[in-house]
């Protein structure tokens, strides 16, 4: 990824237990991927969209990347989405957790309802995290987090923006 501009950043947790008299030590660690955020331009529509990185869904690894197009924000993944909870959702920084529209084509996450507020979310964040739930992971154990930097976003953005407004012409 370095030679594609991207990079990542890691944080290292210990966290120390005691349980019945013994210590024990465990490294959490949380990535977040420095994703290069570009814009595909098919003449006859324009997409902006990170670099996929690679997620454990519980059972195997899975692609992640977020799309824009069209006023709506796809999370794309590899692995079918579990909306069976009230908790897939994006947040970015310490903003408030903006939660996911719907599934579609089972194995992305939508968010349409609140793109204005996401967009000025991730022009003046740092990083934005997803909470993605996948089926079948039985029992339902947890959700998982796909952190992406939104170094670049801005930029990126205006892109976008001045590809669609070519289009539109």
């Not at 024990?24 to 660690?29: A, Y």
């Not at 992640?64 to 999370?75: F, K, M, Q, T, Y």
């Not at 609140?114 to 909470?131: C, D, L, W």
């Amino acid at each position: 990824m370095a030679g594609q501009g991207g990079g990542l950043a890691v944080r290292n947790l210990y966290v120390v237990v005691f349980k019945h008299g013994i210590m024990m030590v465990f490294l959490l660690t949380a990535a977040t991927v420095q994703a290069e955020w570009s814009v595909r331009d098919t003449a006859t529509s324009c997409v902006l969209e990170t670099e996929e990185i690679t997620l454990h869904d519980g059972y195997q690894d899975t692609r992640v990347r977020l799309n824009i197009n069209n006023e709506r924000l796809l999370v794309v993944t590899g692995s079918n989405i579990d909306t069976g909870f009230d908790d897939t959702a994006l947040q970015v920084d310490g903003q408030a957790v903006i939660p996911a529209d719907a599934a579609e084509d089972e194995q992305n996450l939508r968010f349409d309802a609140h793109m204005p507020t996401i967009i000025e979310q991730f022009r003046k964040g740092n990083r934005v995290r997803v909470y993605l739930r996948f089926w079948p992971t039985y029992p339902a154990t947890q959700r998982y987090e796909a952190a992406f930097s939104l170094a670049g976003f801005t930029r990126a953005w205006n892109d976008y923006s001045a590809c669609r407004d070519r289009i539109s012409q």
